[in-house]
């Protein structure tokens, strides 16, 4: 039901957002659930015939109402919603004579809100730009058209290269960036400070980096607004990064979460000091993110991951734990995603321990607070390199106390 439901809005939006008037997101979804309705009922009944008179009876539906439309030119906009919700709720109700009676109550519940929120539903698709609708389908594409025709086994020395794996960390980081996303279209432009820096560190805390960078170009006393927005962005991927981990590898999580958390934490004291230390009240507009589903950039990270695969299983075998710790700076200078999950998918196979895991995690993060604090420095005024630098410096010299002297008892 719940795939029934995605789906019949996904297309529906697409309908909708193309302004095909026959039937919109709420039609389709609706259209979609009472297929999968009539097939649980034909089920039941060993009868298939159900469905084809459920599929005739939409059929003539269209059929009317189109005919409707060409003789009425004053009917400017005849939806089938009602017409479709009264032929559902027709075969909801033989369900609940026989299937599952929570799963009918949870069903009906849907078909009303549908029904309610038609307003805030169409509102919704007519805020999107061609960019957004780009952005859905690319995702659509990554997740539901590569993903199941690749291929569920390993490949490569070291036989740690499985394509389907390696994409599934793809869909991963994609939904990632995709909510964060989301949440800046659902949200006003001018949402705060705070707020800049939590979606910027869910989309992306390098692109923020660099976006506020250059922004104290244009505007030199904003150095400090644009140093806090960018060091909660990096807070946040410490978030991202326990996240990615409680996805790939949940049995180890207990054992990573408690240091990285302290030093999400320190990192959160250090972005609160420096918001009361900000007296430049002025809040700045989220930038417009980029496209998060890009064909293109979930290609690069692919390959990015993979290759740190066969990274980390050479290092291993050649150099030891040294080696792991130079892969885990290098990569981390540009993409902390990368080596997080490769680190994960080695402590699913039972070749790391998690001790070490997530040391190399933090040393991914502090080198990417490095590569930042780089582009900082280059891109922004020297009023935004010295602040950018000294939070980034307190944060790091923490996080290398933290790998010398955690506890190796102190787990959930």
Same mark, same amino acid.
């Given at each position: 039901?719940? =795939? /029934? &439901?995605? !789906?019949?809005?996904?297309?529906? *939006?697409?309908?909708?957002?193309?302004?095909?008037?026959?039937?919109? @997101? #709420?039609?389709?979804?609706?259209?979609?659930?009472?297929?999968?309705?009539?097939?649980?009922?034909?089920?039941?009944?060993?009868?298939?015939?159900?469905?084809?008179?459920?599929?005739?009876?939409?059929?003539?539906?269209?059929?009317?109402?189109?005919?409707?439309?060409?003789?009425?030119?004053?009917?400017?906009?005849?939806?089938?919603?009602?017409?479709?919700?009264?032929?559902?709720?027709?075969?909801?109700?033989?369900?609940?004579?026989?299937?599952?009676?929570?799963?009918?109550?949870?069903?009906?519940?849907? =078909? /009303? &809100?549908? !029904?309610?929120?038609?307003?805030? *539903?169409?509102?919704?698709?007519?805020?999107?730009?061609?960019?957004? @609708? #780009?952005?859905?389908?690319?995702?659509?594409?990554?997740?539901?058209?590569?993903?199941?025709?690749?291929?569920?086994?390993?490949?490569?020395?070291?036989?740690?290269?499985?394509?389907?794996?390696?994409?599934?960390?793809?869909?991963?980081?994609?939904?990632?960036?995709?909510?964060?996303?989301?949440?800046?279209?659902?949200?006003?432009?001018?949402?705060?400070?705070?707020?800049?820096?939590?979606?910027?560190?869910?989309?992306?805390?390098?692109?923020?980096?660099?976006?506020?960078?250059?922004?104290?170009?244009?505007?030199?006393?904003?150095?400090?607004?644009?140093?806090?927005?960018?060091?909660?962005?990096?807070?946040?991927?410490?978030?991202?990064?326990?996240?990615?981990?409680?996805?790939?590898?949940?049995?180890?999580?207990?054992?990573?979460?408690?240091?990285?958390?302290?030093?999400?934490?320190?990192?959160?004291?250090?972005?609160?000091?420096?918001?009361?230390?900000?007296?430049?009240?002025?809040?700045?507009?989220?930038?417009?993110?980029?496209?998060?589903?890009?064909?293109?950039?979930?290609?690069?990270?692919?390959?990015?991951?993979?290759?740190?695969?066969?990274?980390?299983?050479?290092?291993?075998?050649?150099?030891?734990?040294?080696?792991?710790?130079?892969?885990?700076?290098?990569?981390?200078?540009?993409?902390?995603?990368?080596?997080?999950?490769?680190?994960?998918?080695?402590?699913?196979?039972?070749?790391?321990?998690?001790?070490?895991?997530?040391?190399?995690?933090?040393?991914?993060?502090?080198?990417?607070?490095?590569?930042?604090?780089?582009?900082?420095?280059?891109?922004?005024?020297?009023?935004?390199?010295?602040?950018?630098?000294?939070?980034?410096?307190?944060?790091?010299?923490?996080?290398?106390?933290?790998?010398?002297?955690?506890?190796?008892?102190?787990?959930?």
């Amino acid at each position: 039901m719940g =795939i /029934a &439901l995605g !789906l019949g809005l996904l297309v529906g *939006m697409q309908r909708e957002y193309k302004q095909h008037r026959v039937a919109g @997101i #709420r039609t389709f979804a609706l259209a979609t659930l009472l297929g999968s309705i009539t097939g649980l009922i034909a089920e039941h009944f060993d009868a298939g015939i159900i469905v084809a008179i459920g599929g005739l009876c939409l059929a003539l539906l269209l059929v009317t109402v189109n005919f409707i439309k060409q003789k009425d030119k004053e009917i400017q906009d005849l939806g089938q919603t009602t017409e479709v919700a009264f032929l559902l709720m027709y075969a909801l109700g033989v369900y609940l004579s026989f299937g599952n009676l929570n799963l009918g109550v949870a069903l009906g519940g849907m =078909i /009303a &809100l549908l !029904l309610h929120y038609k307003s805030r *539903m169409g509102q919704f698709v007519d805020n999107l730009d061609p960019k957004d @609708i #780009r952005a859905i389908m690319q995702f659509v594409a990554i997740t539901l058209v590569i993903l199941p025709i690749l291929p569920n086994q390993t490949y490569g020395p070291y036989d740690v290269l499985n394509p389907r794996e390696v994409w599934l960390m793809v869909v991963l980081i994609v939904s990632l960036s995709m909510i964060g996303y989301i949440i800046y279209k659902v949200l006003d432009k001018d949402s705060g400070t705070i707020a800049n820096g939590l979606l910027g560190g869910l989309i992306s805390s390098t692109a923020t980096t660099v976006t506020f960078s250059r922004r104290t170009n244009e505007m030199p006393k904003a150095a400090r607004l644009a140093a806090f927005i960018i060091m909660t962005a990096s807070a946040v991927s410490i978030v991202r990064v326990l996240v990615e981990v409680s996805v790939v590898s949940p049995q180890s999580i207990k054992t990573i979460a408690p240091p990285l958390i302290a030093e999400f934490v320190f990192m959160v004291l250090v972005c609160t000091g420096l918001y009361f230390y900000n007296r430049n009240k002025e809040t700045q507009e989220l930038p417009e993110p980029n496209n998060p589903a890009q064909l293109k950039s979930a290609l690069v990270f692919g390959f990015l991951y993979a290759f740190i695969l066969l990274a980390v299983a050479a290092a291993k075998d050649y150099f030891g734990e040294s080696g792991l710790y130079i892969v885990s700076f290098i990569s981390g200078l540009t993409d902390v995603d990368a080596i997080t999950l490769s680190l994960s998918q080695s402590l699913n196979q039972g070749n790391l321990d998690s001790q070490l895991a997530w040391k190399l995690m933090l040393v991914a993060a502090l080198s990417n607070l490095i590569f930042k604090g780089g582009m900082a420095s280059v891109l922004g005024t020297k009023s935004l390199s010295k602040y950018v630098w000294i939070v980034f410096a307190l944060s790091i010299v923490f996080g290398v106390f933290l790998i010398f002297l955690w506890p190796e008892t102190w787990v959930f």
